[in-house]
T-cell receptor, first 111, second 115 residues
């Protein structure tokens, strides 16, 4: 899987939007961009994924740059429950390609 | 619709004993992945199985570790003769297809402590 770069940590205030950046300058045309998060003492949780177009679901939005070399996960209104480590992962569309987790961004949410 | 079920949630073993970790994937999911997370470290891929077959075990230690996903029943990750360094959280994930356009569903993990 191609490499991604994320800030080690970010802080946010409760009920404010959060923009979590991810750089993936070596992304290939067949790489999907996946986001997962891991709350303390829990297993990872799927958040969202996309290929080229921006994506929205009930949890978050994914904004993908036109050249696909970066993306941003948007939490529209952070809650204390959103405090977690967020992982941005590239996954090639070919068969047999597993998710490879990096260090992620630790998001802290202040009340 | 139950999610991925892992048991036990916590497992304590003495050095030299065997540990058996079980994972029941989501209904309809035939692809199972095992990951290990050492204390204060990231998630590392161990093994990928599809019903009755090991597809990729490149992340699994060559000695003492084995995995299976039989036609009937849960996937099992087996660790023989455990050592203190095996203490970690072990997570199982499942997916319906081997396709990057699908996400994984993870279980809550088994936390293994070797004393």
């Amino acid at each position: 899987d191609a490499k991604t770069t994320q800030p080690n940590s970010m802080e946010s205030n409760e009920e404010e939007p959060v923009h979590l950046p991810c750089n993936h300058s070596t992304i290939s045309g067949t790489d999907y961009i996946h986001w997962y998060r891991q709350l303390p003492s829990q297993g990872p949780e799927y958040v969202i994924h996309g290929l080229t177009s921006n994506v929205n679901n009930r949890m978050a939005s994914l904004a993908i740059a036109e050249d696909r070399k970066s993306s941003t996960l948007i939490l529209h209104r952070a809650t204390l429950r959103d405090a977690a480590v967020y992982y941005c992962i590239l996954r090639d569309s070919g068969a047999g390609n597993m998710l490879t987790f990096g260090g992620g961004t630790r998001l802290m949410v202040k009340p | 619709n139950a999610g991925v079920m892992q048991n036990p949630r916590h497992l304590v073993r003495r050095r030299g004993q065997e540990a058996r970790l079980r994972c029941s994937p989501m209904k309809g999911h035939s692809h199972v992945y095992w990951y290990r997370q050492l204390p204060e470290e990231g998630l590392k891929f161990m093994v990928y199985l599809q019903k009755e077959n090991i597809i990729d075990e490149s992340g699994m230690p060559k000695e003492r570790f084995s995995a299976e996903f039989p036609k009937e029943g849960p996937s099992i990750l087996r660790i023989q003769q455990v050592v203190r360094g095996d203490s970690a959280a072990y997570f199982c994930a499942s997916s319906p297809w081997d396709n990057s356009n699908y996400g994984y569903t993870f279980g809550s993990g088994t936390r293994l402590t070797v004393v």
